[in-house]
T-cell receptor, first 114, second 109 residues
């Protein structure tokens, strides 16, 4: 089966611009998660979708971040406007059941804001 | 979710067993112990998980102490490709993973 796909793999944008990251989970996985690692810090949870609904968005840093999951399939994470501190690697993960043991992570999108 | 404590780094010779410890003294009864690893800049990779019994799969073994306050991940025959950051995570059934600093495991020839 295809894994979790994220694109772009790299993005370099200027401060103040908008960037949209996309995640395609494994087909049939109802649960989709976004995480990120900013420079020198630990990997941090951002939010959790169950199908198209936001189950937990407690990790979203501020209202410049907007996540959507259209029809419970792929998800997008928009940063508008981007700030320098948003630079880092954004990971997406999916699982078929929130109690299932293994999440599958994508390879991440490396975002650089200059 | 309970916090975990891991050594910042460990070394292991290729072909030998790598034993990575983790302390989770505040773990509660319904929390599982999970291990993930991150190789270079790839996404984290699930390795194994357990509640209170020891577990083994094709990648590793997980030994959990009887009081569940600590655990050890065992890679029975480490290879160079096992060089990675290993994360011990305690998680309830809610779903969110809380990553710490992890242990940087270096496997050398």
């Amino acid at each position: 089966e295809a894994g979790v796909t994220q694109f772009p793999s790299h993005s370099v944008i200027e401060k103040g611009q908008t960037v949209t990251l996309r995640c395609d989970p494994i087909s049939g996985h109802d649960n989709l998660y976004w995480y990120r690692r900013v420079m020198g810090k630990e990997i941090k949870f951002l939010l959790h979708f169950v199908k198209e609904s936001k189950q937990d968005e407690s990790g979203m840093p501020n209202n410049r971040f907007l996540a959507e999951r259209t029809g419970g399939t792929y998800s997008t994470l928009k940063v508008q406007p981007a700030e320098l501190e948003d630079s880092g690697v954004y990971f997406c993960a999916s699982s078929p059941d929130r109690d299932w043991y293994g999440y599958t992570f994508g390879s991440g999108t490396r975002l650089t804001v200059v | 979710d309970a916090k975990t404590t891991q050594p910042p780094s460990m070394d292991c010779a290729e072909g030998r067993a790598a034993n990575l410890p983790c302390n989770h003294s505040t773990i509660s009864g319904n929390e599982y112990v999970y291990w993930y690893r991150q190789i270079h800049s790839q996404g984290p990779q699930y390795i194994i998980h357990g509640l209170k019994n020891n577990e083994t799969n094709e990648m590793a073994s997980l030994i959990i102490t009887e009081d569940r306050k600590s655990s050890t991940l065992i890679l029975p025959h480490a290879t160079l490709r096992d060089t990675a950051v290993y994360y011990c995570i305690v998680r309830s059934s809610y779903g969110k993973l809380t990553f710490g600093q992890g242990t940087i495991l270096t496997v050398h020839p």
